[in-house]
Structures are given as structure tokens and as C-alpha cells.
T-cell receptor
Framework: DAGVIQSPRHEVTEMGQEVTLRCKPI?????LFWYRQTMMRGLELLIY????????DSGMPEDRFSAKMPNASFSTLKIQPSEPRDSAVYFC????????????FGQGTRLTVV | GENVEQHPSTLSVQEGDSAVIKCTYS??????FPWYKQELGKRPQLIID?????GEKKDQRIAVTLNKTAKHFSLHITETQPEDSAVYFC?????????????FGRGTSLIVHP
């Protein structure tokens, strides 16, 4: 398996534009997490899915953020409209849902909103 | 929910010295504690983990200790090398909504001076 795959690796967009980040989890993993990483706040959990169902989105900062997981092999995180303070590295991670299982991270998407 | 505190935020050592990073957690139900290393511009990757039925685990120059009573765990790196320079994250895994969720500390930036 190629691991968790995210795209794009880098995204530069203008304030107000819609941004869509994509993630392909490891095949067979049934939990998927979206994290945002900044210097100030570290790794923040935005939302997680279990068996494609969103379980907790309380970490999503605002209504401008939304996430979907239409099937077991694909998830998106959308920001509409984007703002400069959304600039961060966004990581997707997946795991086998279990008490002692490792979360595997994708390479991340570095988002810059100007 | 779970809260993980990590200290220090920055740690600077000379090559060959030891480094210790400490974390505390709040949810006594957490039972799995992984440590991740994130090199500059890369994804976090698991380097060692410890389960709640174990007090200490060692892997070459890296060791982790866990005190469940006090709810704290630590990462110890001996004979540090420049390639150990990275950001280290501790995490606690907690069951929430039927999913096992990693909650991360804020990270420790370790700098090893040659």
C-alpha cells in the first residue's frame, strides 16, 4: 500500500476562494481523521469518520469548513470561502479502529491563503 | 474529552546528551500512548508506543515510561545525534463515539547541536 495519499501537496489561493483538500486512506482502514497543524496550536483534530460516517466535527473551526467521506477510499475537506487565517498544513490520517492501533499520516497539504 | 499536555515546547541539547520529553493526560480510560516524530516538512511518523499494561518500553536509544496512576508518560532519547532533531508529539488514544481517537500534545521541537 502506498500509504495515506493527500492532494494537492501545496495550494495557494486568494481569500474568498473555495479550497478542496483530498485524501485517500490506507485500504482496509476504517477510521479517518483530518488535522490542522499550525505553530500556535499544534495538531488540532478537525473531524473524524468511522466507517465513512462523521462521528465528531466539533473541532471544525467554523461553518466555512466542511468534510465528506462518500466511500471508504476517499475524503474531502472543503473551505468556502477561504481566509488568510486558514493558512496551515492540513493532515489526513487513517487507522484501523482499535484500542492499540497506530494512526498513519498523509504527507499533508500546505495551504496558503493570500 | 481527553487533554494532553506536553513539555517542554523546545529542547536544545548537545550531541551525545540525553533528552526527555514529558506528557500528561486527563482521561484515565486512555490506554495506548504513541509517540510521533515529525522531521521538517514531513509527516508525523510513529517511533515508539506503550500500552497501559506496561510501565516501560525500550527500543535502542529510545525509551518510553508510563505512570498510569499519575497519568503521565515520557520519552527518553539517549546519546542524541543531529538526525534526532525534529518535532516530537505524544498522543493518548481514547474511545469516543465508538472510535479510538488520538489526541496529540502540542509538540516538542528538539534541536541536537553537533
Amino acid at each position: 500500500d502506498a500509504g495515506v495519499i493527500q492532494s494537492p501537496r501545496h495550494e495557494v489561493t486568494e481569500m474568498g476562494q473555495e479550497v478542496t483538500l483530498r485524501c485517500k486512506p490506507i485500504s482496509g482502514h476504517n477510521s479517518l481523521f483530518w488535522y490542522r497543524q499550525t505553530m500556535m496550536r499544534g495538531l488540532e483534530l478537525l473531524i473524524y469518520f468511522n466507517n465513512n460516517v462523521p462521528i465528531d466535527d466539533s473541532g471544525m473551526p467554523e461553518d466555512r469548513f466542511s468534510a465528506k467521506m462518500p466511500n471508504a477510499s476517499f475524503s474531502t475537506l472543503k473551505i468556502q470561502p477561504s481566509e488568510p487565517r486558514d493558512s496551515a498544513v492540513y493532515f489526513c490520517a487513517s487507522s484501523l479502529n482499535g484500542a492499540n492501533t497506530e494512526a498513519f499520516f498523509g504527507q499533508g497539504t500546505r495551504l496558503t491563503v493570500v | 474529552g481527553e487533554n494532553v499536555e506536553q513539555h517542554p515546547s523546545t529542547l536544545s541539547v548537545q550531541e551525545g546528551d540525553s533528552a526527555v520529553i514529558k506528557c500528561t493526560y486527563s482521561d484515565s480510560a486512555s490506554n495506548y500512548f504513541p509517540w510521533y516524530k515529525q522531521e521538517l516538512g514531513k509527516r508525523p511518523q510513529l517511533i515508539i508506543d506503550i500500552r497501559s499494561n506496561v510501565g516501560e518500553k525500550k527500543d535502542q536509544r529510545i525509551a518510553v515510561t508510563l505512570n498510569k496512576t499519575a497519568k503521565h508518560f515520557s520519552l527518553h532519547i539517549t546519546e542524541t545525534q543531529p538526525e534526532d532533531s525534529a518535532v516530537y508529539f505524544c498522543a493518548a488514544i481514547t474511545l469516543s463515539g465508538g472510535s479510538y481517537i488520538p489526541t496529540f500534545g502540542r509538540g516538542t521541537s528538539l534541536i541536537v547541536h553537533p
